[in-house]
């Protein structure tokens, strides 16, 4: 019932830019957490950024200083700004939320979107 849809990803070249978007749907209550996970071929899926409410956020240090995440409430989206991109970055990247369901009893449970593939070439 609830759906995440991932946008934005594709080539890019070694030092350039791409803005991830992830938009929720369907029927919930809140949303508590928005973030993005990615995975580079033969490697674990790791935590990238996510925004956790109150404003706060968090990043892995493989990506601080390079990339933002920034949430819009109103409209149930999350955006990653993917800059000063390095051949590492490649990976399938994916976004979660946190949702409290509407109906009783109102629990919180993890949703994932599909991917979206980003490819650094030099």
């Known amino acids: 019932q609830v759906q995440l849809v991932e946008s934005g990803g594709g080539l890019v070249q070694a030092g350039g830019s791409l803005r991830l978007s992830c938009a929720a749907s369907?029927?919930?209550?809140?949303?508590?957490?928005m973030g993005w996970y990615r995975q580079a071929p033969g490697k674990q899926r790791e935590l990238v950024a996510s925004?956790?409410?109150?404003?706060?956020?968090r990043f892995s240090d493989s990506v601080k200083g390079r990339f933002n995440i920034s949430r819009d409430g109103a409209k149930n989206t999350v955006h990653l700004e993917l800059n000063s991109l390095k051949s590492e970055d490649t990976g399938v990247y994916y976004c979660?939320?946190?949702?409290?369901?509407?109906?009783?009893?109102?629990?919180?449970?993890?949703?994932w979107g599909q991917g979206t593939q980003v490819a650094v070439s030099s």
């Open positions: 979660y939320a946190e949702i409290v369901a509407n109906i009783m009893p109102r629990v919180t449970s993890t949703y």
């Open positions: 369907g029927s919930f209550s809140v949303i508590n957490v």
């Open positions: 925004e956790i409410g109150g404003g706060r956020t």
